[in-house]
C-alpha cells in the first residue's frame, strides 16, 4: 500500500511542478530546486520505520551528490543556450555528473585516506 500512496504522491508533486514550471518558468525553477524528492524520501524512510542511522547516512548521500549534481545541472543549462537537442544535452549533462562523481571521490579519497 505504501508503495501505492509513494507512487501517487510523488507524480502529483512532479506533475504539479511541471506545470507550474509551463506558466512560470523561473518559479518552477526554484521550486524543482528544492530538494523534494530528498524530503519525500526522509518522509517516506521514517514511515516506514528506518533508524535515525540509516536516515543519516542516506542524508549524507544527498549531500555528497550535490556537486556532481550541480556540474549536470550547469551543463545542460549551458547545452539549452547554445541550442543542443535535449537529448543530447541530457546525456552530456549525466556524462559530466559521472566524470564529477569519479573526480569527487579520487579528490576525497586523495585527502582523506
Not at 523561473?26 to 524530503?39: K, N, R
Not at 547545452?79 to 579528490?107: C, E, N, T
Request: aromatic share 10%; glycine share 8%.
Amino acid at each position: 500500500m505504501y508503495l501505492i500512496i509513494k507512487i501517487l504522491s510523488s507524480a502529483a508533486i512532479i506533475g504539479i511542478v511541471t506545470e507550474l514550471a509551463r506558466r512560470f518558468p523561473l518559479y518552477g525553477g526554484i521550486i524543482a530546486a528544492l530538494p523534494l524528492i530528498s524530503i519525500l524520501s526522509i518522509i517516506w524512510l521514517t514511515v516506514q520505520g528506518e533508524s535515525a542511522n540509516t536516515i543519516s547516512r542516506f542524508t549524507g548521500g544527498v549531500i555528497a551528490g550535490l556537486p556532481a549534481t550541480i556540474v549536470m545541472l550547469v551543463i545542460i543549462y549551458i547545452a539549452f543556450k547554445h541550442s543542443i537537442h535535449l537529448s543530447i544535452a541530457i546525456i552530456l549533462g549525466v556524462v559530466g555528473w559521472g566524470i564529477s562523481l569519479m573526480v569527487q571521490k579520487y579528490i576525497l579519497e586523495a585527502f582523506f585516506s
